[in-house]
């Protein structure tokens, strides 16, 4: 699996702030690894590691503050993720780069999916829990005519 470049964009925005900026953080940390060295990829990918933790800590979180019906469904993804990044991060240890790229790849194709399903809709909860209805996002770039 050949991974295209992952590229932050408008379309990505959910109008939820914190899930945005641990979205475009999240692509940031892939953009990295897709353009490092191979010697960069350690340090590169232990980095993209802590994000996801942390990222999806926040967002796990989030459901359980806000008793987002289908948290488990969500957490459960996210677990699973958790577990395929830490154990290949174990084969990046053994000096299995090509491993690491491949999960990169499949990150790369599993993320607009995972964000445009699971995660607007966990986005649209919190906001119409928070502030009694969805956000208004403005996207720059849209052609309206």
């Known amino acids: 699996m050949t991974a295209d470049t ?3 964009h408008d379309d990505f925005l ?11 953080a999240f692509v940031g940390h892939v953009r990295a690894l897709q353009e ?3 010697a960069n990829w350690p340090a590169l990918y232990d980095e993209l590691l802590k994000h996801l933790e942390e ?3 926040a967002e796990d979180k989030l459901m359980l503050d806000t008793e987002f019906p289908p948290r488990q469904c969500h957490m459960d993804e996210h677990a699973a993720v ?3 990044v830490r154990e290949v991060r174990e084969r990046l ?3 299995r780069l090509d491993i ?6 499949h990150l790369v194709e599993w993320f607009p999916k995972h964000s445009q399903h699971l995660d ?6 919190a906001n119409k829990s928070r502030l009694g209805g969805k956000a208004v996002v403005i996207k720059r770039g849209l052609n309206l005519r």
Do not use: K, P, Q
């Open 6 to 8: 992952l590229t932050w």
């Open 14 to 24: 959910l109008g939820h702030s914190a899930i945005d900026t641990y979205h475009e």
């Open 36 to 38: 490092a060295d191979d």
């Open 55 to 57: 990222h999806f800590g």
């Open 82 to 84: 958790l577990a395929s």
């Open 93 to 95: 240890a053994e000096g």
């Open 100 to 105: 690491a790229r491949d999960l990169l790849a």
């Open 120 to 125: 607007s809709a966990l986005a649209h909860w």
